[in-house]
């Protein structure tokens, strides 16, 4: 048995053969990149599979809005890329430590460097008893200035009313995926 001489292709070989002489430049234009990451309360495992971020709150929320949790995304370390779309699944709990205090709530982005925060989700207000209740939002977000790149910031802020106090909480299942262009070469 003769063996056979086995020929290595370059990737550019291997576009060639796939989009033709002289569209490789065409080709790499339109490829785009997706990340899916679950990038809060992350630590010790437990028995059931949940974990929930650190429990923020107390006294100073009912002096304005308080940062419950925070994370940064970027995928693969990447200095920069332009986000097509962002899919957000974002699970919190929230109580108020009084039978009718409201808590207001809200999920803010912003691109790495920049300064201003833009509200990725309604604003929202709830009654609360005294026990933790879940809040999930999610969709899809299109780019929009301020947030239109990566890496980027994701945060929770909330406030509750002066006559109680608010705590807070984000769930482990909370995910983001990105779909990106990554920057040309």
Known sequence: MMAQKIQAKSLEQLFQEAFGEGNLALAVRDIYGTWT??????????????????VVGGSSVSSGYVVVSTATINPSNLSSASIQEV???????????YSTGVITFKWEAKDADNSTWTIISTERALTLATTFA???????????ANFNSLPF????????DSASKGLGKVKNTSYVTVKYKPPAV
């Open 87 to 97: 899919k957000f699944n974002l699970v919190s709990q929230l109580e108020t430590t």
């Open 134 to 144: 879940g809040s999930t939002m999610s969709g899809y977000f299109l780019p929009v």
């Open 37 to 54: 990451e679950y990038p809060f309360a992350k630590g010790n495992l437990t028995t059931d599979g949940v974990q929930w971020s650190a």
């Open 153 to 160: 910031h994701l945060r929770l802020r909330m406030k509750v």
